[in-house]
C-alpha cells in the first residue's frame, strides 16, 4: 500500500557531533575529500548507497551515533575538519588579496540562474547550463568571491530518465523534500519565514519563501512557491524545471528575476551581508532582475532614464547558445498581460514603471516577439558569450541591436567556460598531483609514464564495473528478467579503448552521427585485435519525440547480441554518472553541428581525467585544441545539404578513429606501456587542465566583467547619482540630435607620397558639441565591394571653429599600408565617460556613399 504522507523522524546529534550536521549542510563537501570520508565512516553501506550526508544522518540509527560520540579519533577528525571549513570560509583568497593590494573590486556580487548542478543530492539542474552555475558558484567561493546566487527550488527539478522495454524513453518526477536536502528556511528574527510577493494579473499575490544552500562560502538563494499562502495553481509555479508551457515559464522567470531581487534584499537585511552592486544574469532567463532594479530605484526617486543607466553600468549578461530556438522567448501579448498596465499605463507587476517602456526592452524583429535575451543585453553594459567562437557568433547574431556596426564591433565579449577542477577531478590523480590547483599542471608534467597510465587503466576499470551495474539496474527496470541479464556480468572490458559520448538528445548534438554507417561501427566495436567500447547516455527535453527517437535508435542498435557487450546506452545521465565517464574513458567524443554549441563542457571535464577529445572544432575545442590534446574532426560547414554534411563528418569521424585514435591506443612497446598516448595524455593533463578550469573563468569574470561594473556602478551612483543622471541626459539629448549628426565630406591631402595621408572631415553636429562625440578616421584594405576589413582607427581633432554652415572640421593624419587597395572613411560617435564602449549606444554616423 502506500503512504499517505511522508515524514521524516530525525535523531538528534548528540552534542559532541552537532558538527556533523554543519559539515552536512555545507555543500563544501562535495569537493572535499576528506569530509566525504568522514561521512563514509559513520556508516559505508549507507555512504554508498546515498553519497548524501543529509540523508545519512537522517538514517543513521542512535546507537552508532552515540557510539562515535565517544569515539576519541572520530571526535578529532570531527573538529579538525570544522575547523578547516571555518578557515576555508574566512580566508581572504584570491578576491581578498586582490582587495587587500588596493585594487578596485565589487564589494557584492549577485548570480542569477534558473538552474543549479552543484551535486547529484540537490536536483535543482538538467544539464550543462545548470552545472556551469554550480560550478561558477564553487569556484568563486575558492577564490574568495563575495557572490549570492539566486535561483528557484524545485519541487521535482528535472525528470529523471528510464527507458521502456522497447528503448523509449521514460519521465519520472521524485518529490525533492527539502527537510531532507541540505537547505534552511531563510526566517526572520522571530524564526518566522520570510516571504516575498510579486502581484499578478487578476488581483493575486505570488508568495515565494527561500531556501538558503551555502555552498562553501557563498549562499545561494533559492525561490519555493509551494507554500499555503498561494492558491494550488500558483503553488506550483516552481514544481518543475524546464516543464510547462510558456504561460508557466514566465511566470518562473518573473519569480526568479522580480522575487530574486526581493529575495536577495531581505537575505541582506536579516544577514548584514554586503550589498551587491554587480548582478549577473546567467542567460536571458534572468533578465526581469533589471526591470526589478529599475523599479526599486524609480520608488526611491530616482527618474526612469537615470536609473537604467543605473542598472545598465552594474548588470552583466551571458549569453549561452547561438541556436535561434533556444533563445528565451515569450509572445509579447503574455508578457503585456503580466505587466498588467492601469490606466496610466502604468505597470503593477512593476509598480512605478510604464509597461511600455518593459515591453520595449525585449523588442526584436518580430513584432509579437518579447525576447529576453534582447532585454539583458538592453540592461546590461557588459556581456559576453561562453567561448571565443561563440562570442563571434554572438556579435554576428545580435548585430541588429547595435545598429550601423559590423559584427566586430558588437559590443559582446567573451569568457570561455570552465569547470570546477576538485569537483570533477577524480581521486587518484589528486592523490598524486596533490591538491594545488596551480601547482597541478607542473605537478603532470614530472609523472612517470607508468603512474600516468596505470591512472587511466585504474579509472577505465572503475567505470566499466559503473557500466555493468548501470546497465543491469537498467534491464531490470526495463522489465528483462535476470537470466536474461547474465551479459551485463561481462558486459565492457576494462582493457579495451573506451570512448564516450553524453548529452542532451538535442539535434544540433547529432547523437546519432556515429550510426551513420552502422556496418562500419560494427566493425569498429568488434574487430578481434582492437575493438573499442561505447558509453552513450544524455536525456531528450519530455517534449521532444524527436530527441526519444534518437535515443531508442541508439538503444535498438544497442541491443544487437553481437554488439552489445561493447556499446551501452546509460539511462539518467545526471552529476553521478558524469563523474565516472569524465573519469573512466579514454577518448570523449562530441560532433555538434559547428558552431551550434556554444562551449560544451563535457569534453573539459573528461580532459582533467586525462580524456582525450575528438570533436568537431566547435565551442572550447575550436581555440584549445592544439594537435597532441586530441583530434579535431573536419566540419563541412559549407554543405548546405545536412545530409551530405552529415555522411562527410561522419566518414572524417570512422577515418580518425581508424587511421589515428585506435592505432595510438595499441601501438605499445615492449612494456605494454602507449607511450604515444600516454605523452597526450601527459600533454592534455599538464597543459590543457589549467586552462578548463572554473578558477581561470571566475578570475576572468572577475576582471572583465565584475570590477569593470563595479567602477561603473560606483561611477554612476556617487554624488546621489550624479554620474547616472549626466549619463542619462547625454544619452536623451544625444539621441534626439543625432539625426542632424553627418560627415558632409572628407578632403585628402598627401603631404609626404603615400607614406602619410592628411585627412579632414567637415562633420554637422546639430545641437551637439565637440566635447559630446569622437570623430574617428577608419582606414583599412579594401574588398571589391567597397569594404573596410579590420580598419585602423584614428582619433580626429577638431581644427578651428564651426564654420558658416555650422560644419566643424575635424583632422588627423593617417599611414596607409605600402600597398595594396586601401580605403578610408571617417564616422562620428558619442562619446562619454560611463559608455564602457563607443559602440554601446548603436549610434554611429558616416558619411553618405559618394
Ligand atoms: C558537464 C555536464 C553537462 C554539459 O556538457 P556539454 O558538454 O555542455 O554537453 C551535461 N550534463 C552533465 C551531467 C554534466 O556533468
Not at 540537490?122 to 568571491?145: C, E, N, Q, T
Not at 577638431?798 to 566643424?808: I, K
Request: aromatic share 8%; proline share 6%; charged share 25%.
Amino acid at each position: 500500500m502506500k503512504a499517505f504522507r511522508r515524514f521524516t523522524v530525525r535523531v538528534p546529534l548528540p552534542t559532541p557531533l552537532v558538527d556533523l550536521a554543519v559539515l552536512a549542510h555545507n555543500l563544501r563537501w562535495v569537493w572535499h575529500t576528506a569530509t566525504q570520508d568522514l561521512f563514509a565512516t559513520i556508516d559505508p553501506a549507507l555512504w554508498a548507497a546515498s553519497g548524501d550526508p543529509v540523508r545519512l544522518l537522517a538514517e543513521i540509527d542512535s546507537a552508532r551515533l552515540n557510539e562515535l560520540a565517544e569515539d576519541e579519533e572520530f571526535l578529532t577528525r570531527l573538529r579538525d575538519l570544522r575547523t578547516e571549513l571555518d578557515t576555508y570560509r574566512s580566508a581572504p583568497q584570491w578576491f581578498g588579496k586582490e582587495a587587500a593590494a588596493g585594487r578596485a573590486m565589487p564589494q557584492g556580487i549577485a548570480y542569477f540562474s534558473m538552474e543549479f548542478g552543484i551535486t547529484e543530492v540537490l536536483p535543482i539542474y538538467s544539464g550543462g547550463l545548470g552545472i556551469l552555475a554550480g560550478d561558477h558558484l564553487k569556484a568563486a567561493s575558492d577564490l574568495g568571491l563575495p557572490l549570492i546566487g539566486v535561483g528557484l527550488f524545485y519541487r521535482s527539478g528535472y525528470f529523471r530518465q528510464s527507458l521502456s522495454h522497447d528503448g523509449w524513453q521514460l519521465e519520472r518526477y521524485p518529490v525533492n523534500d527539502p527537510g531532507l536536502l541540505p537547505l534552511s528556511l531563510l526566517t526572520d528574527a522571530d524564526d518566522r519565514p520570510v516571504t516575498v510577493t510579486i502581484s499578478i494579473p487578476g488581483g493575486r499575490v505570488l508568495h515565494a519563501q527561500i531556501w538558503v544552500a551555502t555552498v562553501g562560502r557563498i549562499p545561494l538563494l533559492l525561490l519555493d512557491s509551494d507554500i499555503p499562502a498561494n492558491d494550488d495553481e500558483l503553488r506550483l509555479v516552481t514544481d518543475r524545471l524546464y516543464g510547462g508551457d510558456q504561460d508557466h515559464r514566465i511566470k518562473q522567470e518573473i519569480l526568479l528575476g522580480i522575487g530574486g531581487v526581493r529575495a536577495l534584499r531581505e537575505y541582506v537585511r536579516i544577514t548584514g551581508a554586503a550589498e551587491p552592486t554587480v548582478f549577473h544574469m546567467n542567460e536571458g532567463h534572468a533578465g526581469f532582475l533589471g526591470a526589478e532594479r529599475v523599479r526599486e530605484l524609480v520608488v526611491s526617486g530616482l527618474d526612469l532614464d537615470s536609473a537604467e543607466s543605473v542598472v545598465r553600468a552594474s548588470n552583466v549578461f551571458t549569453t549561452h547558445t547561438p541556436v535561434p530556438a533556444g533563445i528565451d522567448r515569450f509572445p509579447k501579448d503574455l508578457v503585456s498581460y503580466y505587466l498588467d498596465a492601469d490606466d496610466t499605463g502604468s505597470s503593477r507587476l512593476l509598480p512605478g514603471l510604464p509597461a511600455g517602456t518593459i515591453l520595449e526592452l525585449g523588442s526584436e524583429g518580430d513584432p509579437g516577439v518579447f525576447n529576453m535575451a534582447h532585454m539583458g543585453f538592453r540592461l546590461g553594459q557588459r556581456s559576453n558569450g561562453v567561448s571565443q567562437l561563440h562570442g563571434a557568433v554572438s556579435r554576428e547574431m545580435f548585430a541588429g541591436l547595435w545598429p550601423g556596426f559590423d559584427a566586430d564591433e558588437v559590443p559582446i565579449g567573451s569568457v570561455t567556460n570552465g569547470v570546477h577542477g576538485f569537483t570533477w577531478v577524480a581521486r587518484p590523480w589528486r592523490e598524486l598531483v596533490g591538491h594545488d590547483e596551480d601547482s597541478a599542471g607542473a605537478a603532470y608534467a614530472e609523472l612517470p609514464d607508468g603512474d600516468l597510465w596505470k591512472t587511466r587503466q585504474q579509472l577505465r576499470a572503475q567505470l566499466v564495473d559503473e557500466v555493468r551495474r548501470r546497465a543491469h539496474a537498467s534491464g531490470r527496470e526495463r522489465g528483462f528478467s535476470e537470466v536474461e541479464l547474465g551479459w551485463t556480468a561481462d558486459l565492457f572490458d576494462p582493457g579495451v579503448l573506451t570512448i564516450g559520448f553524453a548529452r542532451r538528445a538535442a539535434t544540433y548534438k547529432r547523437l546519432t552521427l556515429m550510426l551513420r554507417d552502422p556496418d562500419r561501427l560494427r566493425r569498429l566495436l568488434t574487430d578481434p585485435e582492437r575493438p573499442i567500447q561505447l558509453v552513450v547516455a544524455g536525456k531528450a527535453h519530455p517534449a521532444d519525440d524527436g530527441g526519444k527517437a534518437l535515443i531508442q535508435q541508439v538503444v535498438r542498435f544497442t541491443e544487437d547480441p553481437a554488439l552489445r557487450n561493447r556499446i551501452v546506452f546509460l539511462p539518467d545521465y545526471d552529476i553521478s554518472m558524469a563523474r565516472h565517464i569524465y573519469a573512466g574513458c579514454d577518448v570523449w567524443l562530441n560532433n555538434p553541428v559547428r558552431p551550434m554549441e556554444a562551449c560544451g563542457t563535457s569534453g573539459m571535464k573528461s580532459a582533467l581525467n586525462g580524456g582525450l577529445n575528438l570533436s568537431i572544432l566547435d565551442g572550447w575545442w575550436d581555440e584549445m585544441a592544439d594537435g597532441d590534446n586530441g583530434w579535431a574532426i573536419p566540419s563541412a560547414e559549407g554543405v548546405t545539404d545536412e545530409h551530405r554534411r552529415d555522411d562527410l563528418e561522419a566518414e572524417a569521424l570512422y577515418s580518425l578513429l581508424e587511421n589515428s585514435v585506435i592505432p595510438l591506443f595499441y601501438g605499445r612497446d615492449d612494456t605494454g606501456l602507449p607511450e604515444r598516448w600516454v605523452a597526450m595524455v601527459r600533454h592534455t593533463l599538464s597543459v590543457l587542465g589549467p586552462k578548463v578550469l572554473a578558477s581561470r573563468m571566475v578570475r576572468d569574470y572577475t576582471d572583465e566583467l565584475y570590477a569593470p561594473a563595479a567602477l561603473s556602478y560606483t561611477a554612476a551612483v556617487a554624488d546621489d547619482f550624479a554620474g547616472a543622471r549626466d549619463l542619462a541626459g547625454y544619452r536623451a539629448r544625444l539621441t534626439a540630435a543625432w539625426p542632424a549628426v553627418a560627415i558632409a565630406g572628407i578632403d585628402e591631402d598627401s603631404e609626404s607620397g603615400a607614406e602619410a595621408l592628411q585627412l579632414t572631415a567637415q562633420v554637422a553636429l546639430g545641437d551637439l558639441s565637440p566635447d559630446d562625440v569622437t570623430v574617428q578616421a577608419v582606414l583599412g584594405r579594401v574588398d571589391d565591394d567597397g569594404e573596410i576589413s579590420h580598419p585602423i582607427l584614428t582619433t580626429m581633432s577638431p581644427v578651428g571653429g564651426a564654420d558658416t554652415a555650422g560644419r566643424t572640421r575635424y583632422a588627423t593624419v593617417v599611414h596607409p599600408y605600402k600597398s595594396g587597395v586601401v580605403g578610408y572613411t571617417a564616422r562620428v560617435l558619442p562619446s562619454h565617460s560611463l559608455l564602457a564602449v563607443d559602440a554601446e549606444l548603436g549610434l554611429v554616423a558616416y558619411p553618405a556613399a559618394p
